[in-house]
């Protein structure tokens, strides 16, 4: 499909794990917590006959839990964290001037990309882990444990907008010996599956709200669904805390639309700030070119593999005949979220306060970069063996 095209993670073979979705729920012995990712709740509902970018987040979490799973969380908490965590990392940066421009990393496509034809940036992606992982690890590694739950018997199930976060979660990263931290990642077409195949009529469900305490994020983090919205919510945060002034307007429109390369400056007290958000692999590959070549220049860059970010992932409905406008509406979808949303800065979300004050102290803190922090490696030696192997293979066929 559409994804084969232009994800590096493509050529990977992909199981679907709806049968793996079905056996833990069924299992008694187990307990399934879903996480759903924020662009999904825009899109689900196309597969049920309703427009795109309708909000129809209660719906999928009854859903879920008439299915039988036990708690039904939200992805843009833990995008929550991955925010004041990446944007503390910026912070950093920025006061020694170094590893700049940042550059996001919570799409494993665009990741994997830079392991293959960037080593030399590697050092500037974002440590942060993504908001999918960043999930997985606050639940087996505190809730699970503050429940009195032992990981092993906790699966957790990420419900995502593409086939790349199957293969972020298999990174060994993110394993241990005993468990790992996301085990099973339904695509939302995969969901709408399950779905239908629990005999369910979605459009005649009654909306329940997520359960607490992980259910709760702000409309920053609603935001990572849509090219840009991780740069938003970064600045929405970075702001109060460079400036220590408390940021009036949450919305930064410089950053928004769907243009293949979008640029802004932000000023922080005497410290202007320069973004960029680029969404399309060989827009990004175009836009490092010119960094490299010292044409133009970022503090931050925010990449995205899919059209229009993640609303426009490989594994959603497909949104035939007007993608673009399909691309639109679901992005209005995600805005309108983020301003019905009662807290709207990352800063502000009592579970936030309540994680750092139970278990990670402080962001950045030596247990936060344990378990919500990773590092990457260039597979740049390995991509060139397989060339050299097919090249050696063709020219044995001529
Ligand atoms: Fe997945 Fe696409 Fe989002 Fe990247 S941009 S995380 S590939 S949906």
Redesign the pocket.
């Known amino acids: 499909g559409q994804c084969a095209i232009r994800?590096p993670t493509a050529a990977l073979v992909v199981k679907s794990e709806v049968d793996a979705a079905w056996e833990a729920i069924l299992d008694p012995d187990k307990f399934v917590v879903a996480q759903i990712a924020p662009a999904v709740r825009v899109a689900i509902g196309e597969a049920f006959g309703l427009p795109p970018g309708e909000i129809t987040t209660g719906k999928i979490v009854t859903a879920l839990k008439k299915i039988g799973f036990d708690r039904v969380y939200d992805t843009s908490f833990s995008a929550d964290l991955t925010t004041i965590e990446e944007a503390e990392e910026f912070i950093k940066r920025l006061q020694k001037n170094e590893r700049l421009p940042q550059f996001t990393s919570c799409?494993?496509?665009?990741v994997l990309f830079a392991e293959r034809n960037y080593p030399f940036y590697l050092e500037h992606l974002s440590t942060a882990r993504s908001p999918q992982q960043m999930f997985g690890s606050v639940i087996k590694n505190f809730v699970a444990k503050q429940e009195g739950i032992a990981p092993e018997r906790t699966v957790s199930v990420s419900i995502m907008?593409?086939t790349?976060?199957k293969f972020e979660a298999r990174r060994p990263e993110f394993k241990n010996q005993k468990y790992a931290d996301v085990d099973i990642v339904l695509t939302a077409q995969e969901t709408i599956q399950l779905i239908r195949s629990a005999n369910i009529d979605f459009n005649e469900l009654e909306p329940q709200p997520f359960d607490v305490p992980l259910g709760a994020g702000t409309g920053a983090g609603v935001l990572f669904g849509v090219t840009g919205g991780v740069t938003e919510a970064v600045l929405r945060y970075a702001y109060e805390r460079l400036t220590g002034e408390e940021l009036k307007k949450v919305e930064f429109e410089q950053v928004r639309g769907l243009g293949a390369v979008r640029v802004a400056e932000v000023e922080f007290g005497t410290r202007k700030v320069k973004v960029a958000i680029v969404h399309g692999l060989a827009n990004a590959q175009r836009l490092i070119q010119e960094i490299r070549a010292g044409k133009r220049y970022y503090d931050f860059v925010e990449v995205?593999?899919?059209p229009g970010?993640?609303i426009g992932?490989g594994g959603m409905p497909l949104g035939y005949p007007d993608y673009p406008e399909v691309l639109r509406k679901r992005a209005q979808g995600l805005y309108h979220a983020d301003r019905l949303s009662p807290v709207r800065k990352p800063q502000d979300s009592p579970t936030i306060k309540l994680l750092y004050e139970r278990w990670l102290k402080e962001p950045n803190s030596e247990i936060a970069e344990r378990f919500l922090h990773t590092r990457f490696s260039s597979r740049r030696r390995i991509s060139r063996e397989i060339i050299r192997i097919q090249e050696a293979k063709s020219a044995q066929k001529v």
Do not use: D, I, T
């Not at 799409?107 to 665009?110: A, D, K, R, T």
């Open positions: 994800c799409c494993p496509s665009w907008p593409c790349s976060k995205m593999n899919c970010g993640c992932g």
